[in-house]
């Protein structure tokens, strides 16, 4: 019996020491923003897939140069760079280790390298539901990498553009490299970009236009979180775009793709045009080649032309306040001007099939959309939800829907054999839109479309 004490002693004093042993392994791990010159701590753990291992701890990379990248599956520029990091991967093996690192789940990230062809070949080992990391080394732009020397000690921050195979060599050299710290916006609290809008109770609404410190990034639309109306506009970009954004937000229901088929530019001045209004560039209203009027390098046009515009309005307000204040606002600013009338145009009329009704009739599941690289569709939602996704093509004419078709629906198109799609392109909207193909495979789920003149909500721009 006393043996079997001792032995039960011992097996308590195990257990204790190993619980002590967790407790202080948890409190040296302490996250805090690091930036260049700090020494990433060893214990965080990293969850992977595409490595055969389930969990990897920093200190395992430990002798290699680390490139730890971070992306996320809705930023087209992050999945056209992972191709050009297995390269870089490939060509330093064994002194290089690139980590792609996520917020999204495994099961996501597979669904991305399965549906882009160009990734293929890309079998880098993906960190996915990272938040530790994030925590690590905070940021809002993404592509977003942090270089790590053979010791853990971070030597650079940068965008993209600075992995190259010569900075990487130059790193594992063990030479000094000065690359240019990625900037990253200041982070603003969505309705505090004034001050505490909520704390000055006189406050009705205040704007500011500036030039951009930051070259990249967009914009957003905040809402404020009691009546979930629009309380705050951020945009960064050229300011045709912002005439765009605010038309497309309040009339269209997204930000994003430039649609030059629901703008209408009647800009006389050829300068004005040139400048602010071209839509005929290669990237639309923006120049790919330089010189460019009076402009050297992209830079200089950036510098000149991308802009910063904020608005608050502490109380919110609906789409079509906002968007007077907006366009109130941008006209005083700009030499082009916006507004917003009703014209005809060609447009989609969509119409249904007395067969439609049970060839759209949804399974039931989960709610979902399908938006990515090769395919628009949705499942179990409204019709309407399908040519929301529709609308995000660069070219697509407006779409009218006829169908009187109210209940749930299961409609997929998969463009994967469009000649006009470029995998490259990211997600399928960058592509211009198949009419024979959705026409086609609307067909089947009995739809019907034509193209008839109606009126529909343009913006016009002019001088």
Known sequence: MNHLKRILVLLILLIIAGIDTFAQSAVQITLKPLTIGDTLQAGIPLKLMNDGQEVLKVRDLRGKVVLLDFWEKYCPACISGLPKLQRLQDRFSGELQVIAVTSSPESEVREVLNRVDFLEKVNLPFAVEDSLLDEVFPHRIIPHIIWLDSHGVVKAITGGEEVTEANIQAMIDGREIILPLKKEPIIQ???????????????????????????????????????????????????????????????????????????????????????????????????????????????????????????????????????????????????????????????????????????????????????????????????????????????????????????????????????????????????????????????????????????????????
């Open 189 to 463: 609290v969505s309705t505090n970009f004034f001050g505490d809008a909520r704390a000055d109770s006189s406050l009705l609404m205040r704007s500011e236009l500036r030039r951009a410190a930051i070259m990249n990034g967009r914009g957003h639309i905040s809402l404020d979180q009691e009546n979930g109306l629009p309380n705050g506009v951020f945009f960064r970009m050229k300011p045709i775009g912002m005439f765009y954004d605010i038309f497309s937000y309040t009339k269209i229901g997204f930000l994003g793709n430039l649609n030059c088929r629901r703008i209408i530019n009647e800009v006389k001045d050829s300068l004005t045009f040139k400048r602010y209004a071209n839509a005929n560039l290669p990237i639309p209203y923006h120049p790919n080649k330089f010189p460019y009027m009076h402009y050297k390098t992209r830079d200089e046009f950036y510098k000149e032309n991308i802009l910063v515009y904020r608005l608050t309005l502490p109380q919110g307000v609906p789409d079509s306040l906002l968007l007077r204040y907006v366009l109130a606002d941008l006209n005083r600013y700009f030499p082009i001007k916006g507004r917003v009338e009703k014209r005809k145009v060609p447009c989609w009329v969509v119409t249904a099939a007395d067969s439609a009704a049970a060839l759209l009739a949804s399974n039931g599941g989960k709610p979902r959309n399908i938006y990515n690289s090769d395919s628009v569709g949705v499942i179990n939602k409204p019709l309407d939800m399908f040519f929301y996704w529709i609308r995000h093509f660069r070219d697509a004419e407006p779409f009218i829907d006829e169908t009187g078709i109210d209940f749930p629906v299961d409609l997929a198109v998969d463009f994967r054999d469009s000649p006009l799609r470029k995998p490259r392109n990211g997600y399928i909207g960058n592509n211009p839109l198949d009419r024979d193909m959705l026409k086609a495979a609307l067909q089947r789920y009995g739809l019907n479309m034509k193209k008839e003149q109606r009126e529909v909500d343009m913006l016009i721009i002019y001088d």
